[in-house]
T-cell receptor
Framework: GAVVSQHPSRVICKSGTSVKIECRSLDFQATTMFWYRQFPKKSLMLMATSNEGSKATYEQGVEKDKFLINHASLTLSTLTVTSAHPEDSSFYIC????????????????FGPGTRLTVL | QKEVEQNSGPLSVPEGAIASLNCTYSDRGSQSFFWYRQYSGKSPELIMSIYSNGDKEDGRFTAQLNKASQYVSLLIRDSQPSDSATYLCAVRSGGSYIPTFGRGTSLIVHP
């Protein structure tokens, strides 16, 4: 399948600092990428849709000023957790859709390996 | 509100048996259906996609879709301990990039 990378895979930071997470589509272009958060033993929670060349679309309840998203190119989206606090500790995962068939609705999501954030 | 329901499990099966995972969804306009496998501490990995009614087989995996009854299932034949993971069902409506995920079913395959 298609490859999506994330960096860093793990980060530990002090409360109040900002953390940037990068998501790259390695062998395809992605005008849209998605950012998810997952707490232990919980389901994936969509945080926002990252759109190349325009503003991200945030899900209800997600603070856009706290979770800054920048989709700088067709292969790179970044999520910055600003002024991180211990409650922001979680597993952050990005995904990118790829059309895998000539039928436009056939569109599969490929996930990056995730970034585990621990805020002390 | 689009909902995707899965039994959280755990579903425990012996090695070599068939594991059957089920998923129901609320949106009748759904057109794309996916099964992901997620190992503990890892991100989801796409293992099957299905778009039309009936069965789709890929190796030991078979996805079954019944749009009239609004359910999709995943069968794993000859289950192996390495299949032990959480299986996420995802459903996407036509015209949308964004799938709705179920909470996942934990599968345990014991030797």
């Amino acid at each position: 399948g298609a490859v999506v990378s994330q960096h860093p895979s793990r980060v530990i930071c002090k409360s109040g600092t900002s953390v940037k997470i990068e998501c790259r589509s390695l062998d395809f272009q992605a005008t849209t990428m998605f950012w998810y958060r997952q707490f232990p033993k919980k389901s994936l929670m969509l945080m926002a849709t990252s759109n190349e060349g325009s503003k991200a679309t945030y899900e209800q309840g997600v603070e856009k000023d706290k979770f800054l998203i920048n989709h700088a190119s067709l292969t790179l989206s970044t999520l910055t957790v600003t002024s991180a606090h211990p409650e922001d500790s979680s597993f952050y995962i990005c995904s990118a859709p790829l059309r895998t068939s000539e039928f436009s609705s056939y569109n599969e999501q490929f996930f990056g390996p995730g970034t585990r954030l621990t805020v002390l | 509100q689009k909902e995707v329901e899965q039994n959280s499990g755990p579903l425990s099966v012996p090695e070599g048996a068939i594991a059957s995972l089920n998923c129901t969804y609320s949106d009748r306009g759904s057109q794309s259906f996916f099964w992901y496998r997620q190992y503990s501490g890892k991100s989801p990995e796409l293992i099957m996609s299905i778009y039309s009614n009936g069965d789709k087989e890929d190796g030991r995996f078979t996805a079954q879709l019944n749009k009239a009854s609004q359910y999709v299932s995943l069968l794993i034949r000859d289950s192996q301990p390495s299949d032990s993971a959480t299986y996420l069902c995802a459903v996407r409506s036509g015209g949308s990039y964004i799938p709705t995920f179920g909470r996942g079913t934990s599968l345990i395959v014991h030797p």
